[in-house]
């Protein structure tokens, strides 16, 4: 049973094209986040969403665009993807009360532009 | 401002001995500290996590990490490296707030047979 699921797992596009990454996880948690991790390993968050609601949202090209269904999916979209956008995107979840509750993440979505 | 500082970015051991991965941290609040651990081409796995309660925290696969209020460090520790312990490191710090994660830069783990 995977937690926190995320698809496709590998993705190759051109510059210009439009792509989604989907998540879903089945842990109850109330909170959901987008990261990316650059080349160099370093993580940065992009957006977390508590109870569908857009709670962080990071200095972020508006070509991303997460949407929440509901509590259990966060996808994310990118429009007009650049070379840039080339890097690995984790999807995450957690409980939102309370400091130190543990961030679940998925397997990652390895993005490549050519 | 809250910040994490992994001091190493690459260490190597010998299979069968000690494995330390240093972790500083900078917090105004009372920190919730983290170790994750990932694998080539995998997501990030939690290793162990501590939460104001012991200050020694024992992990998954034998890792544990003592917390050093008087030293702000979470150095994360093995007694003995395995090669499937070969991964990078992530020491990672909750302020107020579980979406308020800091990520240090993480240290990549050699294992030498």
């Known amino acids: 049973d995977t937690a926190v699921s995320q698809t496709p797992k590998y993705l190759v596009t051109q510059m210009g094209n439009d792509k989604s990454i989907k998540c879903e996880q089945n842990?109850?948690?109330?909170?959901m986040y987008w990261y990316k991790q650059d080349s160099k390993k370093f993580l940065k968050i992009m957006f977390s969403?508590?109870?569908?609601?857009?709670?962080i949202n990071e200095t972020v090209p508006n070509r991303f665009s997460p949407k929440s269904p509901d509590k259990a999916h966060l996808n994310l979209h990118i429009n007009s993807l650049e070379l840039g956008d080339s890097a690995v995107y984790f999807c995450?979840?957690?409980?939102?009360?309370?400091?130190?509750?543990?961030?679940?993440f998925g397997e990652g979505s390895w993005l490549t532009v050519v | 401002a809250q910040s994490v500082t992994q001091l190493d970015s690459h260490v190597s051991v010998s299979e069968g001995t000690p494995v330390l991965l240093r972790c500083n941290y900078s917090?105004?609040?009372?920190?919730?500290l983290f170790w994750y651990v990932q694998h080539p081409n995998k997501g990030l796995q939690l290793l162990l996590k501590?939460?104001?309660?012991?200050?020694l925290v024992k992990g998954i696969n034998g890792f544990e990490a003592e917390f050093k209020k008087s030293e702000t460090s979470f150095h994360l520790t093995k007694p003995s490296a395995h090669m499937s312990d070969a991964a990078e490191y992530f020491c990672?710090?909750?302020?107020?707030?579980?979406?308020?994660?800091?990520f240090g830069k993480g240290t990549k783990l050699s294992v030498i047979p």
């Open positions: 995450a979840s957690s409980f939102s009360q309370g400091a130190g509750n543990t961030i679940y």
């Open positions: 969403y508590n109870n569908k609601e857009l709670i």
């Open positions: 917090s105004s609040y009372s920190p919730s």
């Open positions: 842990l109850g948690h109330d909170t």
């Open positions: 990672v710090l909750s302020g107020a707030g579980s979406y308020q994660l800091t």
């Open positions: 501590y939460t104001s309660a012991a200050t």
